[in-house]
């Protein structure tokens, strides 16, 4: 009988997770029998060399993409049992995207696209939710910003709009793909700096897609893949010692 008990400490998890692409003949497989949990009120970042697997996983564990086996779980919910639209409104509710290429609306102004998973969701936010988003804009310091389009904004301030939509529904998990990708490296210390305090101060569990060492390095753990494997998981570690442990991966493959 399987065991399908959770975890309380893991808001996500996956077992025995793998993903191939392609028609049979011609397969790639891009996640072979992975399992991992993301610890709640963690900063997680996934590393590994391009093609180890990082986005392909990210993608199923949010919902976008589907596995070709295994489970994966958002809570206790079971969510590759989920059909199209069940799987839209649990990650609208409970899942949180930041992207490199920051992904706001043009023709929004930044309150707007703050309030846009409300939006989304058909409601507008409680008088609590109201205040919450308050201390976001005021802690992103987006409050002389609000009815601004994105374009008027630097790329810093445009990933602060995207933290905050991300932030603004308190979603069990928010996951950023290379959210510094776009950024210099002052703007990229900053908005790790607001990762990690999002983390810290409100207990936000955020899963970092990353091949930054110095981005990784703002995180409370680190999980490495290669080859669609996970291959280590080591707590906090400075930017010189995941980049030398990279290295000594890409030395060993
Ligand atoms: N839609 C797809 N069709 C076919 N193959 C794919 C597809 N998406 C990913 N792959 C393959 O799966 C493997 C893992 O890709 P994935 O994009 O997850 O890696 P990654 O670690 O995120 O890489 P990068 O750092 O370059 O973004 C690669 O071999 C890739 O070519």
């Known amino acids: 009988m399987e065991n399908t008990s959770t975890d309380p400490g893991l808001v996500a998890r996956v077992e025995s997770l793998s ?38 996983l990210m993608h199923i564990m949010a919902g976008l993409d589907s596995a070709s086996s295994g489970r994966v779980y958002l809570g206790d919910t079971d969510i590759t049992s989920l059909d199209d639209s069940a799987l839209t409104i649990l990650r609208r509710r409970r899942i949180g995207f930041v992207f490199q ?27 609590q939710e109201r205040s ?27 990933q602060r709009v995207a933290i905050a939509r991300a932030l603004a529904t308190r979603p069990d998990l928010v996951f950023a793909d290379e959210p510094t990708g776009n950024l210099d490296s002052r703007t990229s210390r900053e908005v790790l700096t607001l990762l990690a305090t999002a983390s810290k101060e409100y207990g936000q569990s955020i899963a970092m897609v990353t091949h930054d060492p110095i981005a990784a390095s703002y995180a409370d753990r680190i999980l490495f893949l290669a080859d669609g494997r996970v291959v280590d998981d080591r707590a906090r570690s400075s930017a010189e010692d995941i980049s030398s442990y990279m290295l000594g991966m890409e030395q060993r493959a």
């Not at 043009?106 to 969701?121: A, K, M, Q, S, V």
Request: no cysteine; charged share 20%; hydrophobic share 30%.
């Open 101 to 127: 290429s920051f992904n706001l609306v043009p023709t929004l102004d930044i309150e707007g696209n703050i309030l846009l998973p409300f939006e989304l969701d058909g409601r507008k936010p409680s008088t």
């Open 132 to 158: 919450w988003i308050d201390q976001l804009i005021t802690s992103l310091g987006l409050r002389d910003r609000l009815g601004h389009r994105p374009h008027e904004l630097s790329g810093g301030q445009q």
């Open 19 to 56: 993903k191939s692409y392609g028609t049979a003949g011609n397969t790639v497989s891009a996640l072979s029998e992975v399992s991992l949990g993301i610890r709640r009120g963690e900063f997680t970042a996934i590393m590994g060399p391009s093609g180890s697997g990082k986005s392909t």
